[in-house]
């Protein structure tokens, strides 16, 4: 049996590879344990300030103010119509179109009514005649019993015919007084000067007595009217003055004076109707534009001044009931500080603070419940969102977690086979 010669494995290779294992371990205990340190080199965040809603306090002892939307309208509409029925047959207008005092707005076809004129002109000519030979009569009747040839009853009855005549004569002249105003009815004038609004009807549409044909403005002094709720009509009077400014007309607030309050609630019941006639008119005013009208309402007779503020801009605790004044700084940051108030009634116009407050402070209405005095914060008229939390820090692995194996050199030599 001939025996295979063995391969022997050098040993002078194996210390190596044993030193270039070791060495990578230690540079990867190395870099985590400098990873903490490097993260505790970074700065602190700076801390965010709190966003806060303030409002500047007004004069107590000011009139309170109260704006209502309103729409303007003519100092005199009217809808004018036909006294008559009939058919049109001459709208000579339109919408906008400026007329005079006994302008023709409308026509109707008049040939029935010249009819009837022409008939009661027959009829009162008859009656004349009629008339005229019942005092004939009545004449010869009175000389003859002057004369004793007649009785006294003839003349009588002669004197009966003739007034009867003269009635007749009377009440046909009424008739074709009458069927000649028809005629004029068949023709709608303007009765005074003014722009047409509307034109309600158009040419050989029957209308009837009585329906709007054509809506006039009129009046030197244009008005506003807008409605005011129940819970401050009463504090309306004729003669207060009152502001109205025109979304149609920018830059410029017109000075009325109420002319009309309303006694009667109008749809719901809940809004009651004012109108208010502007001083200084301007061609610009035309009726239905939107307008605002404000209203001063003056402080009732025996009420203690004071200011209204929304009922969550006013704390409370054990010291007693307190507000946050906002001391304005640079970049739209300030600080709060805490005042001590005394507060009155609540009502819908809002919380009566009688002492406390002054003209010009700028009272914080939201974020009250989590400020403190002297806390800085940053004025805006709208709430900041809140900052997102910052990323958690990476979490640091187990004093006794295995360290990962160092990925070997490029030039390690691979394992030799047995």
Avoid: W
């Amino acid at each position: 049996m001939i025996a295979r010669p063995r391969t022997v494995r050098s040993p002078a290779r194996r210390p190596h590879a044993a030193a270039r294992i070791t060495l990578a371990a230690l540079t990867t205990i190395g870099a985590m344990t400098l990873l903490p340190g490097c993260q505790q080199e970074a700065p602190p965040a700076e801390p965010t300030l709190r966003p806060v809603r303030f409002l500047v306090v007004g004069d107590a002892l000011e009139a309170r103010r109260r704006t209502f939307a309103g729409t303007a309208q003519s100092g005199a509409e009217s809808r004018l119509s036909f006294k008559v029925a009939g058919t049109l047959t001459e709208v000579p207008v339109k919408v906008g179109s400026d007329v005079k005092k006994g302008d023709l707005l409308a026509r109707l076809d008049a040939g029935d009514f010249e009819l009837q004129v022409q008939e009661a002109v027959a009829a009162y000519s008859q009656a004349q005649a009629q008339f005229r030979n019942a005092e004939a009569t009545f004449n010869r009747t009175r000389d003859l019993y002057a004369s004793r040839t007649a009785s006294r009853q003839d003349m009588e009855q002669a004197r009966a015919a003739r007034d009867s005549a003269r009635a007749t004569v009377y009440s046909i002249g009424k008739r074709l007084q009458l069927a000649r105003s028809q005629v004029k009815y068949t023709r709608l004038e303007a009765p005074v000067d003014g722009v047409v609004s509307a034109v309600a009807a158009e040419v050989n549409e029957n209308v009837g007595s009585g329906q709007p044909v054509v809506v006039l403005s009129s009046g030197d002094s244009p008005e506003v009217r807008f409605a005011v709720p129940e819970v401050l009509i009463a504090r309306i009077k004729t003669g207060d003055t009152v502001d109205a400014e025109f979304d149609a007309i920018e830059g410029r607030r017109f000075s009325a004076v109420v002319s009309e309050v309303g006694v009667t609630g109008s749809g719901t019941g809940s809004t009651f109707p004012v109108t208010a006639r502007i001083e200084e008119p301007d061609e610009a005013i035309r009726p239905g534009m939107a307008a605002e009208v404000t209203v001063d309402f003056e402080i009732d007779e025996g009420q203690e001044p004071a200011v209204r503020v929304p009922p969550f801009a006013v704390a409370e605790d054990v010291e007693g009931r307190f507000v946050y004044l906002l001391e304005p700084g640079a970049d739209g940051e300030g600080t709060v500080r805490r005042r001590a108030v005394r507060i009155g009634d609540l009502t819908a116009d809002g919380l009566a603070v009688i002492e406390g407050l002054e003209t010009g402070d700028r009272l914080v209405t939201a974020g009250v419940s989590r400020l403190v005095d002297g806390q800085k914060v940053l004025a805006e008229s709208r709430p900041a969102a809140a900052p997102a939390d910052p990323p958690a820090a990476p979490a640091e692995p187990p004093a006794d977690a295995p360290a990962a194996p160092a990925e070997p050199p490029a030039d390690a030599p691979a394992e030799e086979q047995q």
